[in-house]
């Protein structure tokens, strides 16, 4: 089945700078790549997608990239926040049943 | 419009016992998806319904089974329990096979 890597697994910036996690999946033909923000006592929230049509996607400071060729993507959070302190997890979609697998996840902190 | 709702939100059993866990997608949805979430292993699909059929099923022992009813409403259950599935178990929807997950707060379960 689908193997999903994610690194890092912690990741600690300063407020204002930005952040970068990155994910690599198995299956060449998983098309939808979704990342998911987790608070603290809440469930996964999505923040962002792609599917595999395309290359890249931008939300405000917000932003994932995606190379089939190589399997891997990417979230980038730019000018980054105290509230963006959290668990971020990606996720690729498999082509047949539609499963969504998930990375181990990254916890983020954003000192201010 | 409700999001997703689990219950019960917190709940503690014992070795050997069994548990029910409830789960009530948002209105119109008619795919529920239940993960285990451990601080070690991460998000951990268990299975997907789709219109009161289970289309996927993770890598998980018999003892971990699910069912849904005609209104989309979910349960789990998990028999003969262990201290190894203490865990927060999260239910999410969608409205169709694919795409966005809706994910509840969970339900999280102690097993002493």
């Known amino acids: 089945g689908e193997n999903v890597e994610q690194h890092p697994s912690t990741l600690s910036v300063q407020e204002g700078d930005s952040a970068v996690i990155k994910c690599t999946y198995s299956?060449?033909?998983?098309?939808?790549f979704p990342w998911y923000k987790q608070e603290l006592g809440k469930g996964p929230q999505l923040i962002i997608d792609?599917?595999?049509?395309?290359g890249e996607k931008k939300d405000q400071r917000i932003a994932v990239t995606l190379n089939k060729t190589a399997k891997h993507f990417s979230l980038h959070i730019t000018e980054t926040q105290p509230e963006d302190s959290a668990v971020y997890f990606c996720a690729s979609q498999d082509n047949a049943g539609n499963m969504l697998t998930f990375g181990g996840g990254t916890r983020l902190m954003v000192k201010p | 419009k409700a999001g997703v709702t689990q219950t019960p939100r917190y709940l503690i059993k014992t070795r050997g016992q069994q548990v029910t866990l409830s789960c009530s997608p948002i209105?119109?949805?008619?795919?529920v998806s239940w993960y285990q979430q451990t601080p070690g292993q991460g998000l951990q699909f268990l299975f997907e319904?789709?219109?009161?059929?289970?289309?996927n099923k993770g890598n998980f022992p018999g003892r971990f089974s699910g069912r849904q009813f005609s209104n989309s409403r979910s349960e789990m259950n998990v028999s003969t329990l262990e201290l190894g599935d203490s865990a927060l178990y999260l239910c999410?929807?969608?409205?169709?096979?694919?795409?966005?997950?809706?994910f509840g707060e969970g339900s999280r379960l102690t097993v002493l």
């Open positions: 319904y789709f219109s009161e059929t289970q289309r």
């Open positions: 999410a929807s969608r409205r169709g096979g694919d795409g966005e997950l809706f």
């Open positions: 209105s119109g949805h008619r795919s």
């Open positions: 299956d060449s033909a998983s098309n939808y």
């Open positions: 792609i599917r595999s049509n395309v």
